[in-house]
């Protein structure tokens, strides 16, 4: 956090985006994700109805048509998962009341913290209090509202400060 103190909040970290690339962070990257989102779905659905893909069958089972905001989420999520590689390295759920963020962080370089209450279904929280974007096993930015902004995040983090 010293070497970058200007930019851990999300206002911030947009306006530096926007002021390096000329767009709106999460306009384009959000209309960008809507436009991949039916596909990649449709991709996860033949994934598991081949028996290649077993894992995604709880990130598909949990989707609720009508919310957007579920559908993009399950999408970035089960990219890992429909590519069969591990993203332990990059995205860690953490529950509540579970371990300690230190012990959850170590080895963590860049990637997001998702805090959940609850179960996991396989690699789908259903309920997110808390995302947070992790650089050098330190929070730099954190309650973001939802995984879709904590992904814009973490890509404007990743651009920003040339991670």
């Not at 039916?38 to 919310?67: F, H, I, M, T, W």
Request: hydrophobic share 45%.
């Amino acid at each position: 956090m010293d070497r970058w103190p200007a930019l851990f909040s999300e206002r911030q970290l947009s306006a530096e985006f926007s002021r390096i690339a000329t767009k709106d962070l999460l306009e384009s990257f959000l209309d960008g994700l809507d436009a991949l989102v039916p596909s990649l779905l449709e991709l996860y659905k033949a994934g598991v109805s081949s028996s290649r893909r077993l894992r995604l069958r709880g990130v598909l089972q949990c989707l609720q048509k009508e919310d957007t905001n579920q559908n993009r989420t399950a999408a970035l999520l089960g990219l890992p998962c429909y590519l069969s590689e591990d993203s332990t390295d990059i995205i860690r759920m953490c529950d509540a009341h579970g371990e300690n963020l230190d012990v959850i962080m170590k080895g963590m370089q860049v990637g997001l913290l998702i805090g959940h209450e609850g179960t996991l279904q396989d690699a789908f929280p259903l309920e997110v209090f808390n995302v947070a974007v992790v650089a050098e096993e330190k929070i730099i930015l954190h309650k973001l509202g939802d995984i879709p902004t904590g992904f814009a995040m973490l890509m404007a983090a990743i651009y920003c400060l040339n991670l």
